[in-house]
């Protein structure tokens, strides 16, 4: 099997069985209750597109840079512990291609602006800030984007002051800022 998808299905979890499906490129997800993945997911080294709604990060910290095939990696949040050990992981994945974050802080964008740089064949970038207070900031001129971005998107909410773009990126890819309204 290739491709497994539990999108907008009624699943809550997975099987550790997951890691027997050592050919398996395709999992996805996204619009379940699936946010806890397991540790068996490791082990598959052809697993080529990681596809969920707010995957928790404590599971895929330890060895996601392991999956040296990932090219999809989409939504991981970063809201927990173990977040720069993460996001170091993340500038080993050398083939990915559309990395989507949410839970981003201030705090990351220096480490994550060090792995993106890592990432050559980048093409699309989303990240969605937890700033909800007035005095947040986010510098996007600390990120550094790699050469093959075509697509940046931030969403971030409506107190967050966001920093102008950094010219380079404005140049070579479509910059996207989408302010979330609180209700």
């Avoid at 499906?21 to 395709?26: A, D, K």
């Avoid at 990681?50 to 995957?55: D, N, R």
Wanted: hydrophobic residues 40%.
């Amino acid at each position: 099997m290739k491709h497994l998808s539990f999108r907008c299905a009624d699943v809550g979890e997975i099987a550790k069985s997951i890691g027997l499906l050592q050919n398996l490129e395709t999992l996805d997800v996204s619009g379940t209750d699936i946010h806890e993945l397991l540790k068996d997911i490791r082990k598959l080294r052809k697993l080529r597109h990681l596809i969920g709604s707010k995957l928790c990060s404590i599971q895929l910290k330890d060895g996601i840079g392991d999956m040296t095939s990932l090219q999809t990696l989409c939504y991981v949040d970063l809201d927990t512990d173990g977040v720069v050990e993460l996001i170091k992981e993340l500038g080993k994945l050398k083939q990915i291609r559309e990395l989507g974050l949410v839970g981003v802080s201030g705090d990351h964008l220096s480490i994550l602006s060090s792995s993106t740089s890592e990432m050559q064949h980048l093409e699309k970038l989303y990240l969605e800030s937890i700033f909800k207070d007035d005095d947040e900031f986010i510098d996007l001129h600390l990120i550094s984007l790699p050469t093959k971005l075509r697509k940046f998107t931030l969403r971030t909410w409506e107190a967050t002051e966001v920093a102008r773009v950094d010219s380079r990126a404005s140049k070579s890819c479509c910059v996207e800022v989408d302010t979330l309204q609180f209700n």
